[in-house]
């Protein structure tokens, strides 16, 4: 006989430990599954920094609308990672398209408050507040979409 009760109880100790490990270190951050998008995942980190860096506090109306027009740029490669990955939904082109017009009331209420010489115009204080609104509505969307598991058992190749 090759192996007794006691070399089972071993094997059975190992897969025990084995399986338990799996399970600790299988949720931390490295182990993130392939699904997991991560070019997608620093976009979206940088794009929230800066947001909050631009726009939080103690930023002026016209501060965090110049901090807003330099996040065109990321959100486009945000969005072109979605379309590449083919992740998107209803919800995040109503967010695309919500930021969209939000841009456009803020560019025209800018030039209101140009032509006013008022920096602190109230519809262009709340057009940039909108804005930036509808930013992290579309960021939240997107983070949504690149961490939702794939259809399937998401362990189908890319």
Known sequence: MCGG????????????????TALVTGCSDDTAPHWGYPELATTLTSL????????????????CAA??????VPMERAFAEVLDHKLLDVATVTAMNDLDR???????AA???????EPDHPPFR???AA????YQRLIT??????????????NDPL
């Open 5 to 20: 009760p006691g070399t089972t109880r071993a094997a059975a100790a190992l897969v025990a430990c084995t399986a338990f």
């Open 48 to 63: 929230s920094r800066a947001l909050d860096e631009g726009c939080g506090g103690t930023a002026t109306p016209a501060g």
């Open 67 to 72: 901090k807003l027009d330099g996040l065109t």
């Open 102 to 108: 939000a841009r456009e009331l803020r560019l025209a």
């Open 111 to 117: 030039k209101e408050a140009r032509a006013r010489q």
């Open 126 to 128: 709340q057009a940039v």
């Open 131 to 134: 804005e930036k609104l509808a």
């Open 141 to 154: 969307e997107l983070e949504r979409l690149r961490t939702a598991p794939p259809p399937g058992d998401g």
